[in-house]
């Protein structure tokens, strides 16, 4: 008979036979379940060897035993030996069938053998082997030839294997390779779970998923929802990127993979090493968590949790982070950054590194535009605003409470023009400065400073309305204090030597006073000296313009223009009763003397402690 024909019939004849098989097998259930059971058979013959009765059946062959129905074309019973040929189907519970050509059962332990084009099918799960080893009882089945798994999408093989049926298990050994719309697998020992279809690895094996290629001696892999887990010696390689780690966890419905412990990746020009390292393939995007280390050709970061997007080339940053662009390196403790965009956020303690205009800016928080070459830094309460400007000669600190750069249009070109706000103090070891605010102009090396700017440098102070301060190779070259410009030079306590006029325009050569320029009611006070140092006398001097020559900061001599008018006070009397321009205001008290001392102190002090003194009264 047809094997399909006789599968069709296995459908109808439950039809027809059912009640009284029900019947039948509620009765075994009830008793015992030693006796074999003939249902049917077109032709019987028994025959009796050794005290034996041997049944042979042949024809439509119906048997039950112990919950289980065997059919087969031909059959012979001997006690509870059952040897069957032919269309052989085994049926338990109406969802386990089995297939094959050859039946041996032994109703003692009730242990079956199905030899040739065995087929087992449990649901939408199917079994193909040449020779199967069925526990009928417990529903265990064993093969050693080889053998073939199909469920929905996977196939599975393998040389060895045990299909537990009750525990929904199967474990394959020897040559075991899995096959599924979206990848295949190879290994020598697998464990799968065919309700939730669920590959896990128990050996050495090799994964292949679209051009990607898996290793690993331990894990799993759910064919259904796609997620899987890979560890113990795993590697990862797809096109040009490798990837190495403890273990690799994938999710299919974020389509992330997730490095976990001791995590590294390389791509091309593209390294990244951390802790864990979350990938996500539909985002482009790369998490580094804890120890995070990434490097691409023009770009570099570290820190405790980096989230960098492949396609912007951009980074944010949890936790305290360095990360470097080619000239410019960002550390803060959060930071938000994109390359193509141009655009860049930091804050808590943030150090900005430009290694092209050689500054370094040391803020609360930052914003930076690429684009417009802007950027806004605060600092805090706690901690002002400090910048430095880094010369092959020397360094400029600067302090302030904000600091803003931008372009602007100079001369129908694009310039850049940096400015810092409120209680600006500024100290190099040449010279120091106090001012409210400052605009910086890196182009021509100029610092303005205004309201109530001061400068010193060696014993000099310099105040006016404005003060402007030309800087050369490292070093001033002129100071222009504008509008109520005074200079003092302390030569002895409470004796000061000072210069007073519209405009006062210094000019130095290696960071000392060359020469100096006094224009617009142009006023002096100033201590003579004899050729032992010693101070002979104090002449006061009004005119219209002054001009000075130094040598070695000394003033070496004055020419004096417009009608100058001169008074002359023996220094005794001078000293007991010193004279002092109107506007005297010495502040050496708010200078701030080493580079520490930057971020300490409030200019906003100045307007409410000065010593004026009026030369006039006397």
Not at 91 to 119: C, M, N, P, W
Request: proline content about 1%; glycine content about 4%; charged content about 25%.
């Amino acid at each position: 008979m047809n094997k399909f024909i006789f599968k069709i019939l296995l459908l109808i004849i439950p039809a027809f036979f059912m009640p009284n098989l029900l019947m039948s097998q509620e009765s075994a259930d009830s008793s015992s379940t030693d006796e074999i059971l003939i249902y049917n058979s077109d032709n019987t013959k028994i025959i009796k060897e050794n005290d034996q009765f041997i049944r042979h059946l042949n024809g439509n062959v119906k048997i039950y035993h112990d919950s289980t129905f065997f059919f087969a074309d031909t059959a012979i019973l001997n006690g509870k030996r059952l040897f069957a040929y032919g269309n052989i189907v085994i049926i338990q519970h109406d969802t386990i069938k089995i297939f094959s050509d050859t039946l041996k059962y032994d109703g003692d332990s009730l242990k079956a053998e199905l030899i040739s084009r065995v087929v087992m099918e449990n649901g939408e799960k199917t079994l193909k082997t040449d020779h199967l080893y069925y526990d009928v009882h417990n529903k265990i089945g064993r093969y050693n030839t080889g053998a073939s798994l199909s469920q929905k999408t996977s196939e599975l093989t393998s040389v060895n294997g045990v299909y537990f049926v009750n525990q929904n298990k199967i474990n394959f050994n020897d040559y075991v390779s899995v096959k599924d719309s979206s990848f295949v697998l190879h290994t020598d020992s697998l464990d799968f779970d065919t309700d939730k279809r669920i590959a896990y690895f128990l050996s050495k094996t090799l994964i292949e998923q679209d051009s990607s290629i898996i290793y690993c001696e331990d894990g799993y892999y759910n064919i259904k929802t796609g997620d899987a887990l890979f560890e113990k010696n795993m590697t990862y390689k797809k096109n040009n990127a490798n990837a190495i780690a403890d273990k690799l966890h994938y999710i299919d419905s974020l389509s992330e993979y997730i490095l976990i412990g001791n995590a590294e990746y390389k791509e091309n020009d593209i390294f990244a090493k951390a802790d864990t390292i979350i990938h996500n393939t539909r985002k482009n995007t790369s998490m580094l968590i804890s120890h995070a280390n990434f490097k691409s050709k023009t770009q570099s970061a570290t820190g405790k949790k980096i989230l960098y997007n492949h396609d912007t080339e951009s980074f944010i940053a949890k936790g305290r982070s360095t990360i470097n662009d080619k000239e410019i390196t960002i550390t803060a403790d959060n930071t938000d950054y994109s390359k193509k965009a141009g655009k860049g956020f930091a804050s808590g303690d943030v150090i900005f590194v430009d290694t092209i205009s050689n500054i370094i800016i040391n803020s609360s928080k930052m914003f930076m535009e690429k684009q417009n070459n802007s950027m806004l830094a605060y600092g805090d309460s706690i901690k002002r605003l400090l910048m430095l400007f880094i010369d092959k000669k020397d360094t400029t600190y600067l302090s302030a409470d904000t600091l803003m750069s931008m372009n602007y249009i100079n001369n129908e070109d694009t310039a850049k023009l940096l400015k810092a706000f409120y209680n600006v103090r500024i100290f190099n070891k040449d010279y120091q400065s106090i001012a409210d605010s400052l605009s910086y102009f890196p182009d021509d090396s100029l610092y303005i400073l205004y309201k109530t700017p001061v400068l010193w440098s060696d014993s000099t102070q310099i105040t006016g309305d404005t003060i402007s301060i030309y800087s050369k190779n490292g070093g001033i070259d002129k100071i222009f204090a504008r509008n109520n410009g005074f200079i003092t030079n302390m030569i002895a306590e409470n004796l000061y030597n000072q210069i007073k006029g519209k405009t006062v325009l210094t000019y130095f050569k290696n960071d000392s006073i060359e020469r100096m320029n006094v224009n617009g009611n142009a006023e002096t006070i100033y201590h003579m000296e004899n050729d032992k140092h010693e101070l002979t006398g104090t002449v006061k001097t009004v005119c219209s313009k002054i001009k000075f020559n130094f040598k070695n900061n000394k003033i070496k001599n004055i020419k004096f223009f417009g009608t100058p008018k001169s008074d002359l006070v023996p220094i005794k009397q001078e000293i007991l009763n010193p004279h002092f321009l109107d506007g005297f205001k010495w502040m050496e008290k708010y200078r701030p003397k080493t580079k520490d001392e930057v971020r300490q102190k409030q200019v906003s002090e100045i307007k409410s402690d000065t010593k004026e003194k009026n030369d006039n009264k006397n």
